[in-house]
């Protein structure tokens, strides 16, 4: 069965930090890059970080040096540790496979809202 389901959204000052976790089926996870992504109202969805396989890691450049992805092989559960938080990260984040199409199926994603 394919199952993604990402948690650890909230709502949190600017400054802040949340932890995200996505628990992904096997036929997601196992031996694939995962990556993280998010869309913010009347915005495209897009990518924030991936990771690979073998924990090579790729962070858009917003993003680079306040979040970190990681992943844990045996749980099929990857990470996102995000700090100093700002507004402009308010957004619904999913995580997928990398690279994944809008076409792929998708989780509800977990909302971040950062208020200034």
């Known amino acids: 069965q394919v199952q993604l389901v990402e948690s650890g959204g909230g709502l949190v000052q600017a400054g802040g930090s949340l932890r995200l976790s996505c628990a992904a089926s096997?036929?997601?996870?196992?031996?694939?890059?995962m990556g993280w992504y998010r869309q913010a109202p009347g915005k495209q969805r897009e990518l924030v970080a991936y990771i690979s396989n073998t924990g090579s890691t790729y962070y858009a450049e917003s993003v680079k040096d306040r979040f970190t992805i990681s992943r844990d092989n045996a749980k099929n559960t990857v990470y996102l540790q995000m700090n100093s938080l700002k507004p402009e990260d308010t957004a619904v984040y999913y995580c997928?496979?990398?690279?994944?199409?809008?076409?792929?199926?998708w989780g509800q994603g977990t909302q971040v809202t950062v208020s200034s």
């Open positions: 997928n496979w990398y690279p994944a199409l809008p076409r792929h199926y």
């Open positions: 096997r036929s997601i996870f196992s031996g694939n890059a």
